[in-house]
């Protein structure tokens, strides 16, 4: 009975494993939407603006770079909404504003980013929709006051907490912090000179990295008051990038080999992204589901990856191999699992801003 039982399995074999085949060539898997496509002034063919992707919040809206021709970046920034309609130019050059390098969004659609004022002093910002500098939102005013010179802004979550770098006028040191409601909180380093936080969830948690007295650097987290070295893969550096609401971190960290490595920090436990053998990767971005969007470089080849919780796939072959868009890069995912990124048709000069939705 169980010899018939095991030539039952046996022939019904191939029939599962072509049936499994077809399942993992099931693409394309995501629908691919414009967002920012090239804009022609002048002539059309040189004098034209371009835009490269930033960053994507839970409501579709995308912070993007403009680029121009003539003027390879001209310090300005564009935001659109899922149907690729042009919301504004955030803080663009509004005066006294010197410089503006805006790095990301929150969920209430803010943008977050630096600038430089009229007296050179960078002072980290958070943009909010209606208007120009009225209506920033900045790093108090008391920073300035010998304090703290340079203040920049990385992240911002939906509660008005801010974390990034700002530098110390009295001796130069440059640290994390974590704002709120006008009252800077510095974070410390683990024994070394520099700290940086790169990204804050709802609950105030934050992440960064943090030198330690024999000059390497480690992914940290904050929280509470306490400042917690994550370690690495095995080697003497690692960063942290982002983190989720529910406490999921993402990075990338040396291994004991020398080669830098994408992580996910889950459950107390530092765990390398499954990229390639042999590839070097860095992780950008974590939505709620834990899936990160990175990248990796293999063979002298760069590579977009989006890891789903088990695999790591390439985004390129996420989309219709069939269609008209080649993915050229991918930097951030939103809790919809949409995914924000760059490409390009056959012929195009510039790249054109992308939103890829999963198909239903």
């Known amino acids: 009975m169980y010899s018939a039982f095991q030539s039952m399995l046996r022939s019904l074999l191939p029939t599962a494993l072509a049936l499994a085949a077809s399942c993992a060539m099931a693409a394309p898997t995501y629908d691919v939407k414009v967002i920012a496509p090239p804009e022609p002034l002048g002539d059309g063919v040189h004098d034209v603006y371009w835009y490269s992707a930033i960053d994507l919040n839970n409501e579709g809206k995308s912070l993007t770079g403009m680029y121009q021709y003539m003027n390879p970046w001209c310090g300005c920034y564009k935001t659109f909404d899922k149907n690729g309609n042009s919301m504004g130019m955030p803080m663009a050059l509004t005066p006294p504003t010197q410089v503006t390098n805006f790095v990301g969004l929150n969920n209430l ?42 203040a920049f802004a990385y992240g911002a979550n939906d509660v008005g907490q801010v974390v990034g770098q700002a530098t110390s006028s009295n001796d130069g040191r440059k640290r994390a912090y974590v704002w709120k409601d006008k009252v800077m909180v510095e974070v410390g380093t683990f024994g070394g000179a520099t700290s940086t936080a790169t990204s804050i969830n709802n609950r105030g948690v934050a992440v960064g990295y943090a030198d330690l007295a024999d000059g390497s650097r480690h992914a940290f987290v904050y929280r509470n008051g306490s400042l917690k070295d994550l370690g ?15 406490g999921q971190i993402i990075g990338t960290s040396q291994q004991a080999d020398g080669v830098e490595r994408a992580f996910i920090y889950s459950d107390k436990i530092m765990k390398p992204l499954p990229t ?84 239903q």
């Not at 690495?232 to 529910?246: D, Q, R, W, Y």
């Not at 590839?279 to 989006?306: E, K, W």
């Open 109 to 150: 659609g803010d943008v977050i980013g630096s600038v430089t004022h009229s007296n050179g002093i960078w002072m980290g910002v958070v943009q909010k929709d209606q208007g120009y500098s009225a209506a920033v939102h900045g790093l108090p005013d008391d920073i300035y006051d010998g304090f703290y010179s340079d």
């Open 232 to 246: 690495t893969l095995g080697g003497a550096n690692s960063t942290a990038a982002e983190i989720n609401n529910k």
């Open 276 to 359: 390639p053998e042999g590839a070097s990767s860095s992780a950008l971005s974590i939505n709620r589901s834990g899936y990160v969007i990175g990248t990796y470089r293999l063979d002298g080849q760069n590579y977009s990856f989006l890891y789903d919780g088990e695999a790591v796939h390439r985004v390129s072959d996420l989309v219709d191999q069939t269609g008209p868009w080649t993915i050229e890069s991918a930097v951030a995912i939103n809790d919809k699992g949409w995914i924000l990124g760059n490409g390009r048709k056959a012929g195009d000069l510039h790249s054109t801003v992308l939103l890829l939705k999963p198909k």
